[in-house]
């Protein structure tokens, strides 16, 4: 009955979700406290105070036809100026409402702007460790999948591998910058590089070839690292910005794509993302959550309570003899696993309660990826178990 593309979809449903459920299941046999579940990027602290005031104060006073009727397909017009005039503040950007175009949620975004970009063949190529979901965005438009291997030393785009395998048929390009598995953040220099290459590239092929830079964890950076604006270093970029992560708004779907001016035909590739948002079946981002963060624009999450989880957690693991790159943003540890075998890593680790997910799940076996966005507490209660878990896989490498 499915179709065939769907058949593979199914058959290796996201590791990540099945991680979630078996943390379910082991938290109802040995009780939710005794059970660390580090698989999910879902965010533990709360919305910011401002977020819930801003929805009790918009349904209760807004014409309620207005605020939840149809509107543009890429959203409202004022939300959109808002949203410009906060990145313009931030970043020293020039956007304005023509260049904002309001999604439901980053993955929607990223099918959004792929399906205005994207013919049958096209390539589109990713930096192991990457997003997975990425492979199943690319293939619903009939595009390949192009993955550059990883530099498991710092965990930073090979650019040599890179340059080297962009063809004629590259149509884009996704980077996630501070990144979800590795916590990397792309310096300036890496992504002056890549629009350099990019660029030459163009030149060579005679084509345009779209940066689309996945940013949901964009506010999330520690030790007062920044996170440049890729808008900056390469004429077609397209940033795919979420809600989910920087207002912990994850399950009310809401985020924006940037088409910025310089982009060629910028107008066209605007109003083709706007109608793939509505044959996509979004029609419109959810009108609620539009009016919500543009009365939010500039609220922050708690970047310290993940800050302070992320010490704690990168400290125990250290301590109990683990190695990985220490984050720089977004809420996950890489962690290298004794060796090397990241599933029979991740079962050993449930035997221990410890859920993880690994490695091969973002293109890069050999890790696990631990999702600090849990409770302080938590980590606090689970390191006793990583230790455990180290005496037994660092010092003996299971079998
Ligand atoms: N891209 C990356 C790298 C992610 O980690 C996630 C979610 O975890 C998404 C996109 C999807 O985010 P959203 O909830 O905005 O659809």
Redesign the pocket.
């Known amino acids: 009955m499915i179709s065939e593309r769907m058949i593979p979809l199914v058959n290796n449903n996201s590791a990540i979700r099945t991680m979630f459920e078996e943390g379910k299941r082991l938290a109802e046999k040995y009780g939710r406290e005794n059970v660390y579940d580090f698989s999910l ?1 879902n965010p533990s602290v709360p919305a910011p105070e401002a977020v819930k005031k801003a929805i009790c104060d918009i349904a209760s006073s807004e014409d309620p036809v207005f605020l939840h009727g149809y509107m543009s397909n890429a959203g409202y017009e004022d939300v959109r100026a808002a949203i410009a005039d906060s990145l313009n503040r931030r970043f020293g950007t020039g956007f304005d409402e023509e260049n904002i175009l309001m999604t439901v ?4 975004g ?1 099918n959004v702007i792929l399906k205005a970009i994207l013919d049958p063949g096209d390539e589109v190529i990713v930096f192991a460790p990457y ?1 997975l ?1 990425y492979n199943a965005y690319i293939n619903n438009y009939d595009g390949k999948v192009v993955a550059i291997s990883p530099d498991t030393e710092t965990f930073q785009p090979k650019l040599s591998e890179f340059e080297e395998r962009i063809s004629e048929r590259t149509k884009a390009v996704i980077i ?1 910058t501070p990144n ?1 598995p590795t916590g990397v953040i792309y310096s300036e220099e890496t992504l002056k590089r890549i629009g350099e290459i990019l660029l030459k590239k163009e030149k060579e092929y005679k084509k345009p070839i779209v940066l689309i830079s ?1 940013e ?1 964890y964009r506010e999330l950076a520690y030790d007062g690292a920044t996170v440049p604006y890729v808008t900056k270093y390469y004429h077609n970029t397209v940033v795919c910005y ?1 809600y ?1 992560k920087s207002l912990s708004l ?1 399950g009310e779907r809401i ?1 924006y794509l940037v088409i910025p001016d310089e982009m060629e035909e910028h107008e066209t590739v605007f109003s083709a993302a706007t109608i793939a948002n509505r044959v996509l079946g979004c029609v419109n981002a959810p009108s609620l959550m539009q009016r919500v963060v543009m009365r939010c624009v500039d609220e922050k999450t708690d970047v310290e309570a993940y800050d302070r989880n992320r010490r704690l957690l990168y400290g125990g693991l250290r301590e109990a003899g683990f190695e990985c790159v220490k984050p720089e943003g977004a809420f996950y540890i890489f962690m290298k696993v004794p060796g090397g075998d990241d599933k029979a890593f991740c079962e050993e680790a449930k035997k221990e309660n410890i859920l993880v997910v690994p490695g091969s799940s973002f293109a890069c076996p050999g890790y696990v990826r631990i999702a600090y966005c849990v409770s302080h507490d938590m980590i606090e209660r689970s390191l006793p178990a990583f230790k455990r878990l180290g005496d037994i896989t660092v010092n003996q490498v299971f079998s």
């Open positions: 990027g949620g980053a993955a929607s990223m997003f979901e996630n979800n996945d949901p979420s989910s994850p985020g």
